[in-house]
């Protein structure tokens, strides 16, 4: 599988729109607002790519919370087509972060986070072997960077290592097992994205 083309679109996809939101910024410039960190709430979506003990290109949303000035929590989901030599696999992943903001010069500010994830992974094998799935669930920590742009919209990364349990799977000719023994494996995530505040 070349995931390569997925993600020069998705790159584009955020490039254009972070093009979009600068020039709106620009244009909005002269009226006095807050910045985008004093609201809430807000919505979000991005590009992720993920290294290690799989490689895989998706995306997915988010929803933030601030009740309090040095807490707030994302709940996310995304969706990731994993590189399988063993045939089609994609992952979808549920979890939430607990994160601190932390202000920085200018419209930036850093975001050390921590949280939980279940991933429902499905494979479907090469060779006519009927599809499984299995759930595996993760612990992950991680550290973003985020851009004001004006005061409804931000531009943000965030670099993630999840390590993961679940039953792993073995594939051989026909057939496809998941195994009875947990084991475990790390993955480093990478996110993009754009965030509307609310």
């Given at each position: 599988?070349?995931?390569?083309?997925?993600?020069?679109?998705?790159?584009?996809?955020?490039?254009?729109?972070?093009?979009?939101?600068?020039?709106?910024?620009?244009?909005?410039?002269?009226?006095?607002?807050?910045?985008?960190?004093?609201?809430?709430?807000?919505?979000?979506?991005?590009?992720?790519g993920s290294v290690g003990g799989y490689q895989g290109i998706g995306g997915g949303g988010r929803a933030r919370w601030e009740p309090f000035d040095s807490l707030g929590v994302d709940v996310f989901g995304d969706w990731q087509q994993i590189d399988d030599p063993d045939g089609f696999r994609h992952d979808t992943t549920v979890g939430f972060d607990l994160y601190r903001p932390i202000g920085l010069p200018g419209p930036l500010r850093l975001k050390p986070f921590l949280g939980f994830c279940s991933s429902f992974s499905v494979l479907h094998p090469q060779g006519g072997a009927e599809r499984?799935?299995?759930?595996?669930?993760?612990?992950?920590?991680?550290?973003?960077?985020?851009?004001?742009?004006?005061?409804?919209?931000?531009?943000?990364?965030?670099?993630?290592?999840?390590?993961?349990f679940g039953n792993p799977r073995t594939y051989g000719g026909w057939t496809v097992q998941v195994g009875e023994q947990i084991s475990a494996w790390g993955v480093v995530q990478g996110a993009l994205g754009l965030q509307v505040h609310l």
């Open positions: 599988m070349n995931v390569l083309p997925a993600a020069r679109l998705g790159l584009r996809v955020l490039l254009v729109g972070a093009i979009m939101l600068v020039s709106a910024s620009s244009a909005n410039a002269q009226e006095a607002s807050p910045s985008a960190f004093d609201r809430n709430f807000a919505l979000g979506g991005y590009v992720r499984i799935s299995n759930v595996n669930f993760g612990v992950h920590a991680g550290a973003g960077i985020e851009i004001a742009v004006g005061s409804r919209f931000s531009l943000f990364f965030d670099a993630k290592g999840v390590l993961y």
